[in-house]
């Protein structure tokens, strides 16, 4: 199984402070068909997950754009240019690659 | 507008059964791979099991495998987890949700308590 890991696993941050979270893959997660599945999902207290951004930088509708994705092959970015008050929560990556999909260990970001 | 809703959850003892039910409504259901995710309380988020639109394929995480069952009925909208010999380690949240090489949508989650 593809192995994601997350780093860091706790992130506090100030209000209106950018915000990054790192998700390495143990393989690459470039399919076959030229795309890389590569998903973000935010879980706020309480919530269903929510998907921010797939295919490494596409973000969903309706996901700020303060929201964005980068990376290739095994190394891949989230990134949150102004944190605000309702970005709490626990984000997750998410490899749609390979089978099993597999998903990162969670990083909790909360507000300093 | 596309909406999951999970049912079936509960308390069983270990070594019971569970059926899981998600209705979904919003898309065209029999065009659509789905899946199950689970979270165990104040933990992370593991696949469980798919199935293709015509429930040709399955899939199950190896956790579960012999032990769960996932199925379809595209004429009811519905995707089934049929879950035996619970252990203490399948308590969790489970959801379902349509895949697209990953997860836009995902229901609320039915919860599975599997304790004496």
């Known amino acids: 199984d593809v192995v994601m890991t997350q780093s860091p696993l706790s992130l506090p941050v100030t209000l209106g402070q950018p915000a990054s979270i790192s998700c390495r893959s143990s393989q690459s997660l470039v399919h076959g068909d030229g795309n890389t599945y590569l998903n973000w999902f935010q879980q706020r207290p309480g919530q269903s997950p929510r998907r921010l951004i797939n295919?490494?930088?596409n973000r969903d509708s309706g996901v700020p754009d303060r929201f964005s994705g980068s990376g290739s092959g095994t190394d891949f970015t989230l990134k949150i240019s102004r944190v605000e008050a309702e970005d709490v929560g626990v984000y997750y990556c998410m490899q749609g690659t390979h089978g099993p999909f597999t998903f990162g260990q969670g990083t909790k970001l909360e507000i300093k | 507008e596309v909406q999951l809703v999970e049912s079936g959850g509960g308390l069983v003892q270990p070594g019971g059964s569970l059926r899981l039910s998600c209705a979904a409504s919003?898309?065209?259901?029999?065009?659509?791979?789905m899946s199950w995710v689970r979270q165990a309380p104040g933990k992370g988020l593991e696949w469980v099991a798919n199935?293709?639109?015509?429930?040709?394929?399955?899939y199950h995480a190896e956790s579960v495998k012999g032990r769960f069952t996932i199925s379809r009925d595209n004429a009811k909208n519905s995707l089934y987890l049929e879950m035996n010999s619970l252990r203490a380690e399948d308590t969790a949240v489970y959801y379902c949700a349509r895949e697209d090489w990953g997860f836009e949508y995902w229901g609320q989650g039915t919860l599975v308590t599997v304790s004496s």
């Open positions: 199935i293709k639109e015509d429930g040709s394929e399955k």
């Open positions: 919003g898309f065209t259901f029999r065009n659509y791979w």
């Open positions: 295919k490494v930088s």
